[in-house]
C-alpha cells in the first residue's frame, strides 16, 4: 500500500501562486509515476500533469503548460506542483495519485492510490 498525502492548497487571487505538496509513504517503492489531477464542482476529474520517480520524465496537460511545474524530491519521497499565474478556472480540489503501472499516464483509471485532495481556490 501506498499512502499519499497532500498539502498547500489555499485561497489565491487571479496571477498568483501556490505550491502543492503530496507526501508518499508505506510501499513507494513500488510506485513508477505519480500524477496530480483535479476535479472542479460538478465535472470529471481530469489529469494536470505526472512524473516518473526514477527519471522524472514529465508530461502536462495543455491548460496548464508554461504555467505549472511538476517536481520530485526522491529523498523526501515527495512531489510538488508549483503553480504560476493561477487563473479563476484552476480552481478545483487537487488530488495526487500514484501507479504501479510500469510507465506514465494521463487516465485517473490508470492509477492505484489517490490522496484525499486539497482544496485550490483562484479568485478574479
Known amino acids: 500500500q501506498v499512502q499519499l498525502v497532500e498539502s498547500g492548497g489555499g485561497l489565491v487571487q487571479a496571477g498568483g501562486s501556490l505550491r502543492l505538496s503530496c507526501a508518499a509513504s508505506?510501499?513507494?517503492?513500488?510506485?513508477?509515476?505519480m500524477g496530480w489531477f483535479r476535479q472542479a464542482p460538478g465535472k470529471e476529474r481530469e489529469f494536470v500533469a505526472t512524473i516518473t520517480w526514477s527519471v522524472g520524465t514529465t508530461y502536462y496537460t495543455d491548460s496548464v503548460k508554461g504555467r505549472f511545474t511538476i517536481s520530485r524530491d526522491n529523498a523526501k519521497n515527495t512531489v510538488y506542483l508549483q503553480m504560476n499565474s493561477l487563473k479563476p478556472e484552476d480552481t478545483a480540489v487537487y488530488y495526487c495519485a500514484a501507479t504501479n503501472g510500469g510507465s506514465w499516464y494521463v487516465s485517473r483509471y490508470q492509477y492505484d492510490y489517490w490522496g484525499q485532495g486539497t482544496q485550490v481556490t483562484v479568485s478574479s
Open positions: 508505506g510501499r513507494t517503492f513500488s510506485s513508477y509515476a
